[in-house]
């Protein structure tokens, strides 16, 4: 299947900056879609990119955009906003992948999707899961909305046999997230939120006297918690092995790290290395949940690299670079 030319959507979004330098390197010919001037502001990712103005809730665009393209890695999002996301994920998805039906030259769709589809730690699971369960969104706008993206793309490809990969993404790590989500102090990153599960007068000293510590979350009785994220490294690795690969044409894959983690062994693993007190959080909602990369492994050849104590080292390695996080515009 030869594509050459790649409309992407979200290109200066967490995972778009780190797809379009290996796009371009990669020999492809990309066209991104530029909201709100975002691409001045890392110009890296703008080197040998056609860049298009434009903006997903906008009805004409997407035939402007795809003119010329042989395939769609769609992006934008713009998360949990009740106000914007029927407008930008639902109908934004749905102008695009209504244009590819149109246009006809469209050989590839590539969706994001996410396991936010299927409720990550919010429900019970089965140990692990795989892309046979069925949607099953944790509450909010977001999820919802990644639920309703997908049975689109699930119905272009009954209707009208559209070329659809979904690659629903775990929770994605770039940059120091891990560390922001592990420990105390501020910039505090995902949920569930540490302070809030803070009960004990121990727990509750760290938040007052703003002092650091790293989380370990844990069951009622003790157990730690087990979760499954993924690098962004590992998400780059998943999009470029399905990009013209007609085995995964209209396939939802699950792309996420090679194994779960134990809080345990991610809190043990960051205080170490940080020189911090490890505080255990209890948390009586938190349903333990792995993926199973069976699928991806066997059909695409994924292969990932970033369990969490690499993670958390790339983390540790981003801190001593002295790099500034970039700002979160679009909370997941
Ligand atoms: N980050 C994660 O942990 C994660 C996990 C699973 C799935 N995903 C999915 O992957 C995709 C990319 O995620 P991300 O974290 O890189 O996103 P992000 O929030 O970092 O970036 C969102 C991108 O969408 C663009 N955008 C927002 N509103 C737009 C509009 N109206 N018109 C055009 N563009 C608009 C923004 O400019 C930005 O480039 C999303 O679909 C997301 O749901 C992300």
Not at 253 to 262: D, E, R, V
Not at 291 to 311: C, E, F, M, N, W
Not at 317 to 326: D, E, L, P, V
Request: glycine share 8%; charged share 25%.
């Amino acid at each position: 299947m030869r594509i050459k030319n790649v409309f992407v959507t979200g290109g200066t979004g967490k995972i778009g900056r780190a797809l379009l330098p290996e796009l371009i390197k990669a020999g492809y010919r990309v066209r991104a879609l530029e909201f709100e001037n975002e691409f001045r502001a890392i110009p890296d990712c703008r080197r040998g990119i056609e860049t298009m103005p434009g903006d997903l809730r906008d009805p004409g665009l997407a035939q402007r955009a795809l003119k010329g393209m042989d395939a769609v890695i769609h992006l934008g999002n713009c998360k949990e906003n009740r106000e914007r996301f029927l407008d930008t994920n639902i109908k934004g998805t749905f102008y695009l992948l209504d244009e590819c039906k149109n246009s006809g030259h469209i050989r590839q769709f590539i969706q994001a999707g996410s396991d936010a589809r299927a409720g990550i730690f919010y429900y019970p699971h089965p140990f692990p899961m795989d892309e046979t369960h069925p949607h099953q969104a944790y509450p909010g706008y977001y999820a919802f909305s990644k639920v309703l993206e997908e049975t689109m793309c699930e119905q272009y490809i009954i209707q009208h046999s559209l070329p659809i990969t979904t690659l629903r993404f775990s929770w994605v790590h770039d940059e120091d997230d891990i560390l922001a989500h592990l420990t105390l102090k501020a910039p505090n990153l995902g949920v569930p939120v540490w302070k809030d599960l803070a009960k004990t007068a121990r727990q509750k000293e760290f938040f007052r006297k703003k002092r650091d510590g790293v989380a370990c979350l844990v069951h009622p009785g003790g157990r730690p918690g087990l979760r499954h994220i993924v690098g962004i490294k590992d998400v780059i690795q998943g999009i470029m092995i399905s990009i013209g690969n007609p085995a995964a044409l209209g396939q939802a894959f699950a792309i996420t790290g090679p194994a779960p983690f134990s809080y345990k062994v991610a809190a043990d693993y960051a205080a170490k290395k940080l020189d911090l007190p490890v505080v255990e959080f209890e948390c009586g909602y938190f349903h333990d949940f792995t993926h199973s990369i069976a699928k991806a492994r066997s059909v695409l050849g994924y292969d990932p690299q970033y369990d969490i104590t690499r993670i958390i080292d790339d983390a540790l390695a981003f801190r001593r670079s002295g790099k500034k996080r970039t700002p979160l515009k679009y909370i997941g």
